[in-house]
């Protein structure tokens, strides 16, 4: 049974930081993994998704990378801001079927 | 507007009584699923439908929860005799399979079961 798991579950640091957020897995057999930021009491919004076969996506300040074998994603923001302050929840969706299995995610708060 | 829209955004209902939830997804998009999120937790799948055939369901959906994709469009999640174990976000998203797979996501709707 696939476990997805996100450490740490809070972070908190002063703007213009860079600062890497973890999220790990059990099973190596996956089909993708994507990221996603959740405002308070607001729906999710897709960040990132990377394939299998990928090892890293971009997209502006934010950089994900995925290593299968050792089941580990980091989701990479530079130079962070207030505005950057969400929780953050990776997910993956295995081989079989196209459910996405979730951590509980990252609170991150951006101090000006 | 060409996001996944929810219907109603917030339910507030008594414990018993049944409640419905409406998604409306992407238009173009053949896959629509749903989630629940209970608070300070991820999103737990629930089902999901390829146009209108049901595809997978989650143990969690017992037998008081049944959803519907009558024609491949949008979709209804009905819960019967609700309880207090019900209150969550339920989250609707839709994707293209297999084109380009990223799920999108509505904004909820917030049930409260008093």
């Known amino acids: 049974k696939q476990e997805v798991t996100q450490i740490p579950a809070a972070l908190s640091v002063p703007e213009g930081e860079n600062l890497v957020l973890n999220c790990s897995f059990t099973d190596s057999a996956i089909y993708n993994l994507q990221w996603f930021r959740q405002d308070p009491g607001k729906g999710l919004t897709s960040l990132l998704l990377?394939?299998?076969?990928?090892r890293e996506q971009t997209s502006g300040r934010l950089n994900a990378s995925l290593d299968k074998s050792s089941g580990r994603s980091t989701l990479y923001i530079a130079a962070s801001q207030p505005g950057d302050s969400a929780t953050y929840l990776c997910?993956?969706?295995?081989?079989?079927?196209?459910?996405?299995?979730f951590g509980q995610g990252t609170e991150l708060s951006v101090k000006p | 507007d060409t996001g996944v829209s929810q219907n109603p955004r917030h339910k507030i209902t008594k414990r018993g009584q049944n409640v419905t939830f409406r998604c409306d997804p992407i238009s173009e998009h053949n896959r629509l699923y749903w989630y629940r999120q209970t608070l300070g937790q991820g999103p737990e799948f629930l089902t999901y439908f390829q146009n209108e055939a049901q595809l997978e369901k989650s143990r969690l959906l017992s037998d008081r929860f049944s959803a519907e994709r009558p024609k491949g469009s949008f979709s209804t999640l009905e819960i019967q005799r609700t309880e207090q174990g019900d209150s969550a976000m339920y989250l609707c998203?839709?994707?293209?399979?297999?084109?380009?797979?990223?799920?999108?996501f509505g904004p909820g709707t917030r049930l409260t079961v008093l």
């Open positions: 998203a839709s994707s293209l399979a297999p084109s380009t797979d990223t799920q999108y």
């Open positions: 997910a993956v969706r295995s081989n079989q079927g196209g459910k996405l299995i």
């Open positions: 990377i394939q299998s076969s990928q």
